[in-house]
């Protein structure tokens, strides 16, 4: 074993021998000498002619860890440039890998290159959304301790991502079940309990028999069972936290407005929130003229109005009916008299200071999430049947002058203003007093957050006799999860039980108290990690404003259409919250969003049983799937990938098989990113971006054994012929680029690039020998081509870069042949491409068959109707429109066609 070489492994199949750092040309003679077969130039200075599975193979290995380091690495250069923030949604550590994982981080890892390219100063995080029930079920399972069992999946997860060459930012990995991490999360928390926006209250919750635990309505699916359980879902009262997330509810609907379309979630998030034409006041209540110091929250459809209110209605199910309240008694007394029953309960007008007496609806709901309404008469039908009924007080608010207009009357100070005026005005006040008055939707509910689970972020609240309800102080956080042994079952938290830990001293009185046993919903977390990814080792403050300022918002934001609604509308929550405190700058933390669809695997189902069958269980030899064993017949479907259904896809035995940038380019191929990818592997897509890489290898080895001739390489020796060739490569290679980068930078239709990528190594594959071995556009298309397959096929396009290195006298000098191709500037279109021509040669179809070319002025060639007048006086369009009804033209928006469709 000569020097320099140690201890080289080989694989039978790929020849894996670790020779990293000895592909310089001193060393290649010495590999030679040796007796080694080498399969790739970057390591023997061969090139091999034929990308064949062996040299895939080789070509991966290589360049696996450096071109994770290329990108990594934020040279002092990097950091003057302009930023760009991809950011994927971050996964549960379950311990493995699946499809839409891959896909998702195949989506941001291609937009993080490409922006690098693009002379951007990139970060492209990744973390853990570590917390939750799966864990907890996982450890209660095991007899093991959650934090065990999630370590242990993030490391092998993150080894997965090694494997598959993506460039996360891993110095800024975030856990969030570390301490270093939910410590800020409960900070945040003691922020908003002092802003006046965390509150405790008996509620009406979902409750999971099976997790024995709380969970959100949007956890519940439209059959009424759990998301994550699927047990049928049971109603139960319990004393939960809350976040006032319907504050921000009026400025979270406008600044819809102000961000680009998220591709339909906008109109999600926008029917979510609802219309935020209402709000609620805090009214206290009596019972029989004697406070009890309890409150309720009840909405008013037309604050303007409050002077007119006779009632407050609630519904049979409100929390004052169940539950400890101290009112309880007096309406279930009245509640058992029967439905729309006056009670002895009455509320206090927060303006008039009036009683108004509480009525138990005959109704089971309200409009929207209502439980609880003020009735005023004089604006809706409805409340005046009912005032009139108890035979109510009330007076009317408003009056219609002769312009139509209308005003507030009988109003105290607000008498003479306008509704919208008043609207304003009351809202305001009411704010002002701490009595409500946030506009927002009758559809709208506070955010419930806590959990009865251990595995969860600690709600850093101390229960004091004397001091009632005391946040954590700053400095004492974070509050710690106990270290519990083991876990042997469900139903109880392991917090109540963790008597040191739960045992404290209040922090204002130093009595005696207990912690709080409820943990946050996990999405929570995740509400605020987009800004911890900024400065992850800050240990004084969740994030640095300056830091927070410079890298927000995210530009692009790529996840699940499944949180398009629910973990975004708390994400923008949470942005709201730290803007309108000042610890950021904007307001909005999302850019841009892309949603992408799911992959789905095909199922076979036994109609009879209904039971899902494995793959070899079927019979597919027939015209229609049967049973292997039984032969009936089985539904066909396709569906999310899933065990229990059978229909799953290994990433590891994909990428195995076919390698990574196949992989890759499958899952950008297939489809667009926000439709759904039916994973068939007998379509084309999947040999069709094989043979294309293919190729491309192709058409880089005939660039090197042209260029190997004695003739150093000169555009003088092409014919005019020739000359012509090398100018449509130019054209072609200027379009694509064009195209190319608006697809990346626009729709992110990645299938639509690779079209173009496919287009242009076409038109090079046919170019003659001359074009090939003297041509300057033939060189800069090839160099264009790889460089802009490198953000999706990383591996193959750096080998095939490092196969240009082999080639000299190149005639293209604006390339930095020294550095690798993800080092490469993003090509740029050349700026004679874009003089306007005289003409343009206009494609012309009839019912989809192309008919010929007509030559249309540049100035008129994007309008339809004056493209239309032009080809119906050309020849063509004598010759084939003429006497023929056209049904429609249609104008390609991107090329230079027009499609007649005419009746036969």
């Known amino acids: 074993m000569g020097p320099g070489i140690v201890g080289p492994a080989f694989c039978s199949t790929c020849l894996r021998g670790r020779l990293n750092g000895l592909a310089s040309p001193k060393n290649w003679q010495r590999i030679n000498c040796l007796g080694i077969t080498r399969n790739i130039y970057s390591e023997t200075g061969q090139w091999e002619k034929v990308f064949g599975p062996k040299t895939r193979c080789e070509v991966e290995r290589f360049w696996n860890h450096r071109i994770k380091d290329q990108f ?239 009632h407050i209605a609630i519904l049979p199910s409100h929390r004052l009916l169940h539950g400890s309240s101290s009112v309880r008694g007096a309406l279930n007394e009245a509640f058992k008299s029967g439905k729309d029953c006056l009670t002895r309960v009455s509320a206090i007008n927060v303006f008039t200071k009036q009683e108004l007496p509480v009525i138990i609806s005959e109704k089971n709901e309200f409009e929207g999430y209502l439980d609880s309404k003020i009735g005023i008469p004089s604006t809706n039908l409805e409340d005046c049947v009912l005032a009139d009924k108890f035979d109510l007080p009330y007076i009317r608010v408003t009056e219609t002058l002769s312009d139509g207009t209308e005003r507030i009357i009988n109003s105290a100070r607000f008498t003479g203003l306008c509704r919208d005026e008043a609207f304003c005005a009351i809202t305001q006040q009411a704010r002002d007093e701490g009595v409500g008055g946030h506009l927002t939707s009758d559809k709208l509910r506070d955010w419930l957050i806590s959990r009865q689970r251990y595995w969860g972020t600690p709600i850093p609240i101390i229960h004091c006799e004397s001091c009632g309800t005391v946040p954590v102080p700053h400095k004492d956080l974070p509050v710690l999860l106990p270290k519990v042994s083991s876990f042997t079952g469900k139903g109880s938290s392991p917090l109540s039980g963790a008597t040191d830990w739960r045992h404290c001293k209040c922090p204002r009185c130093a009595g005696n108290a207990v912690r709080e046993t409820d943990t946050m ?221 608006s697809y990346f930078t626009e729709d992110f239709t990645f299938n639509a690039a690779i079209s173009q990528l496919m287009s242009l190594s076409n038109t090079l594959l046919n170019s003659t020998q001359k074009v090939v071995q003297h041509s300057k556009e033939f060189e800069d298309g090839l160099a264009s081509l790889i460089i802009m397959m490198s953000p999706m096929v990383p591996h193959l396009a750096s080998e095939l870069w490092r196969g240009f290195g082999l080639v000299e006298h190149k005639l293209c000098t604006q390339y930095n042949w020294d550095k690798d191709v993800l080092q490469q500037a993003w090509p740029t279109v050349d700026p004679e491409y874009y003089i306007q021509p005289q003409t343009v040669e206009m494609f012309v179809l009839i019912n989809n068959k192309n008919c010929g070319k007509v030559n249309i002025p540049f100035d008129v060639s994007r309008d339809c109707e004056k493209i239309q007048d032009l080809v119906m006086q050309s020849h063509l369009g004598k010759a084939h429109l003429q006497g023929r009804t056209i049904k429609r033209a249609i104008l390609s928006p991107r090329t230079a066609l027009v499609n007649f469709l005419v009746e036969e």
């Open 521 to 741: 919903d996990t999405f929570v977390d995740s509400a605020w990690y987009y800004f911890r990814y900024t400065d992850p080792q800050n240990t004084e403050r969740p994030f640095d404003k300056s830091l927070a300022d410079f890298w927000m918002p995210v530009d692009l934001y790529i996840g699940g259409k499944e949180h398009a609604v629910m973990h975004l509308y708390y994400a923008r929550f949470f942005s709201h919250f730290c803007q309108s405190h000042g610890m950021v700058k904007h307001r909005e933390p999302f850019k841009k969003l892309l949603v992408q669809g799911l992959i789905k695997g095909q199922t076979f189902k036994l109609a009879s049983s209904g039971r899902y069958l494995q793959r070899n269980e079927v019979d597919v030899c027939g015209a229609e799937p049967v049973h292997a064993e039984t032969r009936e017949k089985l539904q066909v479907t396709w569906e999310k990938m899933s065990k229990s259904k059978h229909n799953g896809v290994d990433p590891e035995e994909m990428v195995e098989k076919y390698g990574i940038d196949t992989t890759r380019l499958y899952l950008l191929f297939a489809a667009p990113p926000e439709q759904d990818i039916l994973w068939d592997l007998r379509t084309d897509a999947l040999p069709g971006v094989q043979r294309w890489q293919s190729r491309v290898w192709a058409l880089t080895s005939k660039f090197i054994e042209a260029r190997k001739s004695s003739v150093v390489p000169d555009p003088k020796h092409l014919n005019q012929n020739e000359i012509a060739e090398a100018k449509k490569i130019w054209q072609n290679r200027n379009s694509v680029v064009s195209e190319v980068t």
């Open 72 to 310: 990594t690495k934020i040279s002092e250069e990097d950091k003057t440039k302009p930023k760009f923030y991809v950011l994927s949604m971050f996964p549960y550590p379950s311990g493995k890998l699946h499809m839409g994982h891959v896909r998702v981080y195949t989506l941001s890892d291609t937009v993080a290159r490409f922006q690098k390219m693009r002379g951007m100063q990139v970060i492209n995080p990744m973390g853990w959304d570590a917390f939750g029930l799966p864990a907890e079920n996982a450890a209660i399972e095991r007899g093991l301790n959650p934090d065990t069992w999630t370590q242990s999946n993030i490391e092998h997860m993150r080894q997965q991502l090694e494997k598959i060459g993506l460039s996360f930012s891993w110095d800024r990995e975030v856990t969030t079940c570390s301490a270093d991490y939910y410590k800020w999360t409960q900070y945040l928390f003691v922020k908003m309990y002092e802003a006046g926006l965390v509150y405790q209250k008996e509620a009406l919750v979902n409750w999971d028999p099976v997790d024995m635990t709380v969970l959100a309505n949007e956890q519940v699916d439209e059959n009424g069972c759990s998301w994550r359980s699927g047990a049928k879902v049971e109603q139960k009262y319990l004393k939960q936290w809350f976040l006032k997330t319907t504050v921000y509810a009026k400025a979270m609907q406008d600044a819809l407005a102000d961000i680009p379309e998220w591709y339909g979630v906008k109109s999600m998030q926008a029917n979510w929130i609802g219309d935020c034409t209402g709000c609620f006041f805090d009214c206290m209540l009596k019972v029989d003229n004697v406070e009890t110091g309890e409150i309720i929250s009840a909405y008013a459809s037309n604050p303007e109005a409050i002077y007119g209110a006779s």
